[in-house]
């Protein structure tokens, strides 16, 4: 199973960029699924971006302007790069990822991947 750590959260204005990472240990597979969610306080969780190992990428419909999610297979690392982020931005982000075999992994899909993050977290103020 991989082993997932996310960095890169922090504290930004409105309008404001962040690009988070995820590194991925203990995980060797040709055919794979990463994506991003998360969860806002008091809030359900919220699938954000996936990509396979094709590098096709799947956004929910609200960020796909602002959000952009990318890997470093060489470096074993997953990326969201966020911009214009607003306060409703604000939550845990966490990366998961798992072995995939189904086709085309979509956003949809990031809650069934079996290896999760311990989340970072972005706050966003007004």
């Avoid at 995980?27 to 971006?49: D, H, I, L, T």
């Avoid at 911009?83 to 409703?88: A, R, S, T, W």
Wanted: charged residues 20%.
């Amino acid at each position: 199973q991989a082993r997932l750590e996310e960095s890169g959260g922090g504290s930004v204005q409105s309008g404001g960029s962040l690009r988070l990472s995820c590194a991925a240990s203990g995980y060797v597979n040709s055919n794979y699924c990463m994506g991003w969610f998360r969860q806002a306080p008091g809030k359900e969780r919220e699938g954000v971006a996936a990509i396979d190992n094709d590098g096709r990428t799947s956004y929910a419909d609200s960020m796909k302007r602002r959000f952009t999610i990318s890997e470093d297979t060489n470096k074993n690392t997953l990326y969201l790069q966020m911009h214009d982020l607003q306060p409703e931005d604000t939550a845990m982000y966490y990366c998961a990822a798992d072995q995939w075999y189904g086709g085309r992994c979509t956003v949809e899909d990031v809650f069934a991947l079996d290896a999760w993050g311990q989340g970072t977290l972005v706050t966003v103020s007004s």
